[in-house]
């Protein structure tokens, strides 16, 4: 298969055995060697674009695919799984997808056929919307509100990056639903935001949300609301998108239903979906020069356990287990890491693998009932007494959740300026701002701004309602816009 | 794509409202109408071996994955992913392998490349071996044991059969394993085979486990065992199988270690899988003529609550939500079902949709304190006073579960037959029987029993180390071997 174009970033050197990069200097690479050294994932695997998720990160990445099963399945959306393989026939019911993707899909044929007529599925609605139309009789059958968590795949000819920019885009959810009105469907879209703020929580990062440019709508579509992250580097990362298809794809796939006075409608939808960028953004966010720190929240290991000795384990092993099982008891995820290395190595391995809290017992924590804990995020040692442990642990555990989010929200409030002067805005976002602006929305005063290099608009932001001068025409229709660099 | 070969079955006609079939008279129809008439499967998507699970049926074989998902991870078998699209370089590495599944994969390209030089993974083998050279360094790094639930693909020949032979085969595990000694893989396997017992068990399906003939097992492997099912109609369906594959893989791919003398050593390995054919299993041994029965551990709802009332529904619901709570309080999945339909009609429902019980709830219970309760099984009406309903209903779900495990037990009874007279073997198959004979192990004897049409020599049972003569050439060596048509 064709190679990808090439980038500055070090992605084939031999890896390091320390991870020896700034994140601040130099985030790339950081994040490059990050997900390797902490087991993440295998980047050998000789397809571009396409990577093993080893254990450590399969859990995390679980982890969150869990937690958006739950949610998913609280409000009542059903899982369901449609076929990798998508016949022509299907993908050219709608054109204008179809020519958009046509060269970035994977042909599919046997042994010995001609040309292809099968391609692997880019997005869910070319293997669904067809089904839709056998499902959906009339209004009966509505809201139908389904989704599926598969491997998408895309052959981007795009530089890729393991979980952000993928050939097979693994753990990828998509919901996808159908109603009887247009006020349904805007509730439904309400419902996924609701739910992925939760997600985010749980990632311990404040939610980024914006309007798309309507250009950058689907044809027909109504709009799409989609989440963002900064990251350290000062780009923005698209995180999960919600979109309000109107009846932009019914009518292309003919997806009708017969109403109470029988008349055939077309049914208005929604489909939302995202997948591995959301333990992107908490790699990205959380980490530091040591490694990661994983949010309580995801971390399939809350608590690591160092057993410290001279001689013989059985001097601490015994308590350590004790507390082990206390943790245990009340559903906080826990590990004794006994294996034969130094409590220095130790530290160093769960450290760069991010686990929020550890806890080091030796003979003297043993004799006067202490252990010495250390939070991942701090690194300052401090004495817990033994009674109320699992309490006590369940607080720190609580605070690093809190103090993670706090300070990514730091960090956005300080790279996050508000200007109306576009020398300013031009001049910050160069030095690795991302900019808020009045924009009128008009398409002209877009392209002055996207003529900086790399600079796009990334939406209008729903968390300030105020209207200002367009920073471009002045117009006073203007709404507070992202403006950055994106991934 | 080339369209396969067809049988006899009804594949295509219109789906009657009713299943209307008998099981025991026509097992092929029934199983063809239930999937589809109990909402576990969509057949239209238009591409041949490929179907959509539907929300109940993928909730269903959920239940069986989340299943081994526990099994697995206490037994510290670790979850990880690999890509689905594998390059000819790791698929050529082991040329036998590929010989074997040359004709039966999708190839993958991009637009405008010429002949195609990576394929959809058949098996995990190709895509894991290269990476394990990798992972696998010094004795330090064994044991290595992972597993991945993902979707296979084989471009079948032979007509496909949803869930029994599909081309796209979802929900597919695969565990590999490798080890330092040939002592720890045969351990490691027998690991395998407590985890699949209790996966039968969970299913309420008597495991039959044979070790297959040496000539089927992958060439330098030691040996494989694999699970059986008798289908209702007498036929044999494989369902899962340990492979102990010896050193044979490890020297093609060229997986070595190092170990404690510094002495490069290949690994042993083993690799066990099994995937929607459990579901079938359950589907086919427990249903009905007027549907599925869910064995209550594999249920996705355990008990539906059926509402019954003349005028008002607020008349009975209260205490229908009151139990329906009690109920989920002790993890009992439960539904109201509260629709607009007549009772009939609901309980018509869920009886092809296999719930084990139905709780009815109307006036005259609400006041005297009871509920009709309904095994699914039995379908006979019984009184249960509310008080201890859950400790009651936990007792009959369990009820359900420990009878349909016996009336498999009492069907493989009545099908399996012993007999050292091969006239009687054969016209005894032909009757829908399964054989248990003496074979003495011979290729040539094996020929002779396989000269009967469709009949295979399955494997010989684990549960019976009697010996005795041959049922062809008489030699006293013979080992108890079941002898069926099969899948």
Redesign the interface.
Known sequence: ??KEENEEEEMSMELPKELGVSKAANFSVWYNRIIQLADLI?K????AG??????YG??IM?QIKKLWDKLFVESSI??????????L??AQMNKAWFDGF??E???????G?GE???I?RPTGEP?MY??FT??IRSYKDLPLR?YETV?SFR?ETKHTRPLIRD??I?FWYEIHTAHTTKEESEKELKEHMRINDLIWDALAIPNIKVEKPQWEVFPGAIGAIEYYNIMPNGRMLENGSCNNLGQAYAKKFNITYVDENNQDQYVWQTCTGNGARYLVAALALHGDDKGLILPPRIAPIQVIIIPIFKENIEEVLPTCKEIAENLSKENIPVKIDDVDKTPGEKFYIWEIKGVPLRLEIGPKEVKEHFVTAVRRDLGKRQKVEMKDLTLKVAMLLEQVQNNLYLKVQKFYDEVVFETDKYTEMKAKINEGGVALVYWCQGEDCADEIQRIEGVEIVGITLDDETTGDCIICGKSSGKKTYVARTY
């Open positions: 298969m064709a295998e050998r695997y000789n397809v396409m990577f093993v998720w080893k254990p399969f859990r679980n059903q899982e369901t799984y449609f076929p990798l393989i998508v016949p026939e299907y046509e060269d899909v994977f042909w599919v044929k046997g042994r056929e292809p007529t099968h692997l293997a067809p089904i056998m499902w389904i491997s052959y050939r097979e693994t």
